[in-house]
C-alpha cells in the first residue's frame, strides 16, 4: 500500500520528469530556429517558462542541454529514417528529405559551428556514424561483400545524401522538395550501379 510520502515523491518525480522534458522540447525548437551561439540559457528558461536556476539544476550548463537535445533529435531520426524499407531507394530518400525538411537548417548549423564548439563536435561525429549505420542498413544487399570495397561505397553514398547536399539542392538552387528528392535518388542509383567501365 502506497504511503502519502510515496504519493508525493512519485508526484514530484514525475514533475522533473515533464520540466526537463519541456525545456528540451523548447531548446529543440531555439536550436532549429537560431544558430547555436545565439542560444542562450537565459533564452532556453524564458522559452521553457522555467527560471535559469532551473534549466541549470536540470542540466548543469549549455553542454547539458544540448546532450539532451541531441538524444531527443536523434530518437526522432531514428524513426523517421527507420520508417523507410530496406532496399526501397526512393522511399529511404523520402524519409531522409522528410527529416531533412524539419532538422536540415539546424544540422548545417551544428556542423558550421562544431569546429568552435567541442559538445558539437562529439555529436557531429555520432551522426555521421549513425548516417553510415542506416545507409548500410537501407542499401546492405546491394552493397559489395569486400570490406575496403564496402565500405568505399559507403562514404559515396553518404557523400550523394549529406545534409549539405540538401542545402545545396534545397537552399541554394532553390529546387522543390521533389526535385531534390529526384536528384538525390539519381545520385544513390548511380553510387550503386557502382563506376562506369
Known sequence: ????????????????????????????????????????????????????????????????????????????????????????????????????????????????SADRFPELAAEMDKARAFHQEWLAAMFGDELPTERSDREQMVHALHAATDVYVWKLLRRDLRLSRAETEKTMTDLVVGVLKGPRT
Open 1 to 112: 500500500m502506497k504511503t502519502t510520502r510515496t504519493y508525493i515523491q512519485s508526484g514530484r518525480a514525475e514533475t522533473k520528469v515533464a520540466t526537463r522534458a519541456r525545456i528540451i522540447a523548447a531548446a529543440k525548437d531555439l536550436f532549429l530556429e537560431k544558430a547555436f551561439e545565439d542560444v542562450t540559457l537565459v533564452s532556453i528558461a524564458k522559452a521553457s517558462g522555467v527560471s535559469h536556476q532551473t534549466v541549470l539544476n536540470h542540466f548543469e550548463s549549455k553542454t547539458g542541454v544540448v546532450l539532451g537535445v541531441a538524444e531527443l533529435m536523434a530518437e526522432q531520426t531514428t524513426a523517421a529514417r527507420y520508417a523507410a524499407q530496406p532496399g526501397d531507394v526512393s522511399g529511404t530518400i523520402c524519409a531522409l528529405v522528410g527529416e531533412y525538411e524539419v532538422m536540415g537548417d539546424a544540422n548545417v548549423r551544428w556542423a558550421m
